[in-house]
């Protein structure tokens, strides 16, 4: 008995500073990171569209933090620059991910602009990439005998939809494929360069 409430004092002791080293100061160190110039806030749409992006668990399979060239190919993946704190301002909560079952997402904007690609990915993957391992999301959309006024037609290839119909994006798919468009961190960034115990910043240009 005299000795339990030494332990549970160090125990407390420990799990004090571990908070310390891992939670507190690196939280105190990005406390000052301001947004680029270069970086939006999301839209209301793309806000949403991120929502989905969450509950879809696309973190699972996705990252979205391209690596520094000395740990990982991922600039000659063409997946951009290595990311940098500030680019996750307006992410909360981040999804930076640890899987890579897909490629990293953080510069897909960037990649493939197009609205029609990521809707036709959306629905159908393999439409794309025949070998993608991807799930589609046509809960996403609708089946339709002809389009309406307003409809987002969704160009699908025949062997992927069902014959006479058309594909109409939701609301839900038109959200993210807007979210998925605002990934672009291509600007020129400041990198935080934490070498040496350091905290100095020093411009990392689009690799």
């Known amino acids: 008995m005299n000795r339990i409430l030494p332990l549970v004092i160090v125990a407390l002791a420990i799990l004090a ?4 080293l891992l939670v507190a100061a690196p939280a105190a160190q990005i406390t ?3 947004p680029p110039e270069d970086l939006q ?6 806000a949403r569209g991120r929502d989905h992006y969450v509950s879809l668990g696309c973190v699972y399979c996705h990252t979205q933090q391209p ?4 740990q990982g190919p991922d600039a000659q993946r063409g997946w951009g620059r290595p990311s940098t704190p500030a680019d996750y301002v307006y992410d909360q909560p981040h999804q930076l991910g640890t899987m890579r079952t897909g490629p990293d997402l953080l510069n897909v904007g960037a990649r493939l602009p197009s609205r029609s690609w990521q809707l036709t990915h959306l629905y159908q993957p393999r439409a794309i990439t025949p070998s993608s391992l991807m799930p589609g999301f046509p809960f996403l959309f609708e089946e339709k005998n002809s389009a309406g006024e307003g409809d987002v ?4 290839p025949e062997r992927y939809r069902p014959e006479g ?3 109409v994006a939701r609301q839900e798919a ?3 494929a807007d979210y998925l468009l605002s990934l672009d961190r291509t600007y ?10 350091g905290f100095q910043a020093e411009e990392a240009g689009n690799r």
């Not at 500073?17 to 310390?20: P, S």
């Not at 690596?67 to 000395?70: E, F, N, T, V």
């Open 17 to 20: 500073f571990a908070t310390l």
């Open 32 to 34: 000052s990171v301001e």
């Open 41 to 46: 806030p999301y839209t209301p749409a793309q």
């Open 67 to 70: 690596r520094d060239p000395a």
């Open 153 to 156: 037609v969704v160009p699908v």
């Open 165 to 167: 119909k058309v594909i």
């Open 174 to 176: 038109l959200d993210l």
């Open 188 to 197: 020129e960034a400041t990198r935080l360069d934490l070498r040496d115990n």
